[in-house]
């Protein structure tokens, strides 16, 4: 009888979902013309080997603009940054990596009939700038990257207020990351 009882819930909570989703409307927090900036850090690789310390931690400010268009879509630009310096005991084969990116975004927000959620889902199109001061052959060769690239990102929106709440977003340069969303009308 709980079985029962708690399928009938799970169809009635999935029913009522499906009923409350409009994929042709901006969901309720945001409307066409509205400016959201996110500010906050990110989760550059699931694990950080220990011979790692960061000079600036994996940072990140993205903005968009809600489209006051019939479809609900938005615009912007993300920049991050990160520094980090690895070595190994002995204090020899020490090196220092610096990523900065740039790119533009866009994102489709997903029409939930929820007060306080946002979820969207885009892709970002932008430039990696990596340097590094390796001071040995391996470390020169260990990473060797930036440039283009184009990437996925799938996040939402957590509103407390009407303009203030918080973000988590998948996607590049950051495995995960999470801050605050500030919403301008």
Same mark, same amino acid.
């Given at each position: 009888?709980?079985?029962?009882?708690?399928?009938?819930?799970?169809?009635?909570?999935?029913?009522?979902?499906?009923?409350?989703?409009?994929?042709?409307?901006?969901?309720?927090?945001?409307?066409?013309?509205?400016?959201? /900036?996110?500010?906050? %850090?990110?989760?550059?690789?699931?694990?950080?080997? @220990?011979?790692?310390?960061? %000079?600036?931690?994996?940072?990140?400010? +993205?903005?968009?603009?809600?489209?006051?268009?019939?479809? @609900?879509?938005?615009?912007?630009?993300?920049?991050?940054?990160?520094?980090?310096? +690895?070595?190994? +005991?002995?204090?020899?084969? &020490?090196?220092?990596?610096?990523?900065?990116?740039?790119?533009?975004?866009?994102?489709?927000?997903?029409?939930?009939?929820?007060?306080?959620?946002?979820?969207?889902?885009?892709?970002?199109?932008?430039?990696?700038?990596?340097?590094?001061?390796?001071?040995?052959?391996?470390?020169?060769?260990? &990473?060797?990257?930036?440039?283009?690239?184009?990437?996925? +990102?799938?996040?939402?929106?957590?509103?407390?207020?009407?303009?203030?709440?918080?973000?988590? &977003?998948?996607?590049?340069?950051?495995? /995960?990351?999470?801050?605050?969303?500030?919403?301008?009308?």
């Amino acid at each position: 009888m709980k079985k029962l009882m708690l399928v009938l819930v799970i169809f009635a909570i999935i029913g009522g979902v499906a009923f409350a989703f409009n994929p042709m409307n901006y969901p309720p927090p945001v409307k066409g013309g509205n400016i959201m /900036i996110d500010i906050g %850090a990110g989760l550059r690789t699931a694990l950080a080997p @220990p011979e790692i310390s960061w %000079a600036i931690p994996p940072l990140f400010i +993205q903005a968009e603009f809600a489209l006051p268009v019939s479809v @609900p879509i938005s615009i912007g630009a993300v920049f991050s940054i990160y520094k980090y310096k +690895q070595g190994f +005991q002995g204090g020899y084969d &020490e090196w220092s990596w610096l990523d900065m990116t740039i790119a533009s975004r866009f994102n489709w927000h997903w029409g939930f009939d929820n007060p306080w959620l946002d979820l969207y889902t885009g892709a970002s199109i932008g430039y990696t700038i990596n340097t590094n001061n390796a001071d040995s052959y391996w470390a020169s060769i260990i &990473e060797k990257r930036g440039g283009f690239y184009v990437a996925p +990102q799938f996040g939402a929106h957590f509103y407390f207020t009407p303009m203030i709440g918080a973000m988590v &977003e998948i996607g590049y340069p950051y495995v /995960i990351k999470a801050g605050v969303a500030f919403k301008l009308f």
